[in-house]
């Protein structure tokens, strides 16, 4: 089992009612589901999704609880889920968003840049769009944009370039190669300070899995299946993730979001959620150095009105 990030502060903000229906969305390693369980009443419901079948089987095999149910499914689907379920609404929804530790730690599924493996990065095995796919069969451009959008890489030009350089002589076919092109496409005090490879690999898994989307498509989803006073707890990784959150949950909260100069509202935009903080949570000092992947979590809260 991963140890979960802002874990007391997650729970306790997702809990409004012991007796309710709640749904892990991002069920990983089960870390927050153990927590969620033990503060629940024997009457209470938590569904747990995941894409990744290899996850889901292990984390089941963790649990033996009545009160859970597991679900292999991407959680932009969240709403025919919830149907087939016989789910109306629910109190509680959370989303730990990012790539697991159990993912991070099979080197075969190609999400390391330490690791030698295949350049796979596909949460759904089923899928066919890998990372092997975009690098020996993108543009440069593309390669470019995707390296620059989503890994916010400074150095997204020279490496794209040499990219397609070193794939005109030969496919690329794994991890370590791919951050053998890296590292010689960027300064040497780049590759000092950080892993010159770290931002490039985040934007290949980031469009692999099609996680910007699929996170866009569930929260309005999440919204419509919470119960009123119910909570939306989302903790994201980096900033294109908490910028997506944060503006949401933001909209969402506001009763009118016409343009500051019009003189009256027109827009007849409702308030649907409560903002429970207008800052997120972030870790502690003592977690963050006992867990250093929660240095750059951050957890927004809202409340269905």
Same mark, same amino acid.
């Given at each position: 089992m991963h140890e979960p990030v802002l874990l007391q502060? =997650?729970?306790?903000? #997702?809990?409004?009612?012991p007796h309710g229906i709640y749904v892990d969305c991002t069920l990983g390693g089960g870390g927050h589901l153990r927590y969620l369980i033990e503060n629940l009443?024997?009457?209470?419901?938590?569904?747990?999704?995941?894409?990744? #079948?290899?996850i889901l089987n292990q984390t089941r095999l963790?649990?033996?609880?009545?009160r859970l149910t597991f679900i292999q499914s991407d959680f932009?689907? /969240?709403?025919?889920? #919830?149907?087939? /379920?016989?789910?109306?609404?629910?109190?509680?929804?959370m989303m730990d968003l990012g790539v697991s530790s159990f993912q991070l730690d099979e080197a075969d599924r190609g999400f390391s840049f330490h690791e030698d493996a295949p350049l796979d990065m596909r949460m759904n095995r089923e899928q066919f769009l890998t990372a092997r796919e975009i690098v020996n069969g993108y543009g440069e451009a593309e390669i470019r944009e995707i390296l620059f959008k989503y890994g916010e890489e400074t150095y997204a030009r020279n490496i794209a370039k040499a990219i397609v350089s070193y794939r005109a002589e030969k496919d690329i076919e794994s991890t370590l190669e791919l951050v053998d092109i890296i590292k010689k496409a960027v300064p040497g005090k780049y590759c000092r300070e950080k892993h010159p490879a770290r931002k490039s690999f985040q934007a290949l898994r980031i469009v692999v899995n099609g996680e910007l989307e699929a996170l866009q498509?569930? #929260?309005p989803q999440a919204v419509k299946m919470l119960k009123p006073k119910g909570r939306l707890c989302v903790i994201s990784f980096h900033s294109?993730?908490?910028?997506i959150v944060k503006q949401f949950m933001q909209e969402k909260s506001r009763n009118c979001i016409c343009p500051p100069d019009f003189p009256m509202c027109i827009c007849e935009h409702r308030a649907q959620l409560k903002l429970i903080s207008r800052k997120p949570f972030i870790a $502690? $000092?003592?977690? $963050? =150095? $006992?867990?250093p992947r929660s240095r750059s979590a951050k957890l927004r809260v809202a409340a269905r009105i």
């Amino acid at each position: 089992m991963h140890e979960p990030v802002l874990l007391q502060e =997650t729970i306790a903000n #997702l809990i409004c009612d012991p007796h309710g229906i709640y749904v892990d969305c991002t069920l990983g390693g089960g870390g927050h589901l153990r927590y969620l369980i033990e503060n629940l009443e024997p009457d209470a419901r938590v569904i747990g999704i995941d894409k990744d #079948l290899d996850i889901l089987n292990q984390t089941r095999l963790c649990f033996n609880d009545p009160r859970l149910t597991f679900i292999q499914s991407d959680f932009r689907d /969240l709403t025919q889920v #919830l149907q087939e /379920l016989n789910v109306e609404l629910v109190d509680g929804i959370m989303m730990d968003l990012g790539v697991s530790s159990f993912q991070l730690d099979e080197a075969d599924r190609g999400f390391s840049f330490h690791e030698d493996a295949p350049l796979d990065m596909r949460m759904n095995r089923e899928q066919f769009l890998t990372a092997r796919e975009i690098v020996n069969g993108y543009g440069e451009a593309e390669i470019r944009e995707i390296l620059f959008k989503y890994g916010e890489e400074t150095y997204a030009r020279n490496i794209a370039k040499a990219i397609v350089s070193y794939r005109a002589e030969k496919d690329i076919e794994s991890t370590l190669e791919l951050v053998d092109i890296i590292k010689k496409a960027v300064p040497g005090k780049y590759c000092r300070e950080k892993h010159p490879a770290r931002k490039s690999f985040q934007a290949l898994r980031i469009v692999v899995n099609g996680e910007l989307e699929a996170l866009q498509a569930v #929260l309005p989803q999440a919204v419509k299946m919470l119960k009123p006073k119910g909570r939306l707890c989302v903790i994201s990784f980096h900033s294109l993730e908490d910028r997506i959150v944060k503006q949401f949950m933001q909209e969402k909260s506001r009763n009118c979001i016409c343009p500051p100069d019009f003189p009256m509202c027109i827009c007849e935009h409702r308030a649907q959620l409560k903002l429970i903080s207008r800052k997120p949570f972030i870790a $502690s $000092s003592e977690e $963050s =150095t $006992s867990n250093p992947r929660s240095r750059s979590a951050k957890l927004r809260v809202a409340a269905r009105i």
